[in-house]
């Protein structure tokens, strides 16, 4: 079965500053999504970014990146220049046929 | 405008009444699911659907039922809700092969 882990419940950053949250996944399959989601205390999902299993070079939409390391199987968000607004629930997930999600990190950006 | 809609949003129980979380998506998407998100646990599969008429249990299926007969609709159903299924509850949708999930606002079900 998949497994999805975020080994931080919270993080804090800086304004304007950057900022990596950690994910890490388990899978056996070659083909696999991975992705990550922002859900702010309004409580909507919002997607941010997604990592294709073979795609070569790293995603990035923004100020998001997402750093691949595939023989490490992680999957670590990167947040440049943070903004007041990027404070929220952070999602890490894997697609296989089904997605599975990690517990989240809470992040929270300081003036 | 592309969306999955869920009804209803917030909602008190009792225990043992029987209630049905309804979600419709407009953009012909064949996979549909369901999850839970409780504090601490992040989002956990109830059900998933790779088209009409199929359907399979997620991570935490039990007390939960869901059908889909027609491609927009995929509605969760509890039976005989219990206090422990108190939680968030979000409907997504997506293309069956492929990538991001489009997820409905969510439904605050409280069981008393």
């Known amino acids: 079965a998949q497994k999805i882990t975020q080994t931080q419940p919270g993080m804090f950053v800086q304004e304007k500053e950057a900022v990596t949250l950690d994910c890490t996944y388990d899978t056996s399959d070659q083909s696999y999504g991975l992705f990550w989601y922002k859900q702010p205390s309004s409580g909507e999902m919002i997607f941010l970014i997604y990592?294709?299993?073979?795609?070569?070079q790293n995603a990035t939409e923004g100020r998001y990146s997402l750093n691949f390391q595939k023989a490490r199987k992680s999957a670590n968000l990167v947040i440049s220049a943070s903004q007041l607004g990027d404070s929220a629930m952070y999602f890490c997930a894997m697609r296989e046929d089904d997605m599975r999600f990690g517990a989240g990190t809470r992040l929270t950006v300081k003036p | 405008e592309a969306q999955v809609t869920q009804n209803p949003r917030y909602l008190i129980t009792v225990t043992g009444k029987k209630l049905t979380v309804t979600c419709s998506q407009n953009?012909?998407?064949?996979?549909m699911s369901w999850y839970r998100q409780d504090p601490g646990l992040g989002l956990r599969q109830i059900y998933y659907s790779m088209n009409v008429e199929v359907t399979d249990k997620g991570d935490v299926p039990e007390g939960y039922k869901v059908s889909r007969k027609e491609k927009r609709n995929f509605p969760l159903i509890l039976e005989s809700p219990s206090p422990n299924q108190t939680s968030l509850y979000f409907c997504?949708?997506?293309?069956?092969?492929?990538?991001?999930?489009?997820f409905g606002e969510g439904s605050r079900l409280t069981v008393l």
């Open positions: 953009m012909n998407h064949e996979y």
């Open positions: 990592q294709g299993s073979y795609d070569e």
């Open positions: 997504a949708s997506s293309w069956r092969v492929g990538r991001e999930l489009f």
